[in-house]
């Protein structure tokens, strides 16, 4: 596997840093969870993986990119208005966020979370579909995770961005498959801007 990432630029904030690769584009892949975060006070381990698939996807469609740093003091993904939440909302008047997660192994391969204004991720998924369906990747749409209120999808969603939760199995990374996850989601998100 070609190595497509590069560093991006580092940024402190209140609640803990992150770093961005910002490109012209008003299109984003965020990784809220890249690094562990604390949720209403429990520390949540992290989705490391999702650093790294920011960064690829970024660097093969364009888009800009976000992940959070060690060491986070919130959770970007729950916390109303978070500075990385403020700074998503910023990014562009008609910002499009694409937010990756991992999730334990459900039965299905990817979970799309529609949010809680659906029709500002309409645009965002049937690419998803259809490039899973391509590839055989089982998948669901706002199973087991629909991206509730205070999730970065959601948030967005509320202030008139177009946003998307896209929850990963750990299965689908692991080194056999893990190109092909990349290829599959790349593929189904280039179909969004075509
Ligand atoms: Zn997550």
């Not at 604390?38 to 698939?53: F, N, Q």
């Not at 990756?100 to 579909?129: F, I, K, N």
């Not at 999730?151 to 967005?156: A, H, R």
Request: net charge negative; aromatic share 6%; hydrophobic share 40%.
């Amino acid at each position: 596997m070609v190595d497509q990432t590069e560093p991006g630029r580092r940024v402190a904030s209140a609640a803990g840093p992150w770093s961005e690769v910002v490109r012209a584009s008003r299109y984003v892949l965020s990784a809220p969870h890249a690094a562990a975060q604390v949720r209403d006070g429990t520390p949540k381990r992290a989705e490391e993986a999702t650093r790294d698939l920011a960064l690829q996807l970024s660097a093969q469609l364009g888009w800009s990119a976000i992940h959070t740093e060690p060491e986070q003091r919130g959770d970007p993904n729950w916390d109303e208005g978070s500075p990385y939440l403020e700074r998503l909302a910023a990014w562009h008047d008609d910002v499009v966020v694409v937010d990756l997660h991992v999730m334990r192994p459900r039965g299905v391969d990817l979970c799309l979370g529609l949010g809680q204004e659906p029709e500002r991720a309409s645009r965002l998924y049937p690419g998803l579909v259809a490039a899973a369906v391509r590839s055989g990747y089982p998948l669901a749409l706002n199973w087991p995770f629909s991206a509730g209120p205070r999730t970065i999808t959601s948030q967005l969603q509320r202030r008139g961005r177009e946003a998307l939760q896209v929850e990963i199995s750990y299965t689908c990374l692991d080194a056999e498959r893990y190109d092909q996850t990349v290829a599959v989601l790349r593929d189904g998100l280039a179909a969004v801007v075509a």
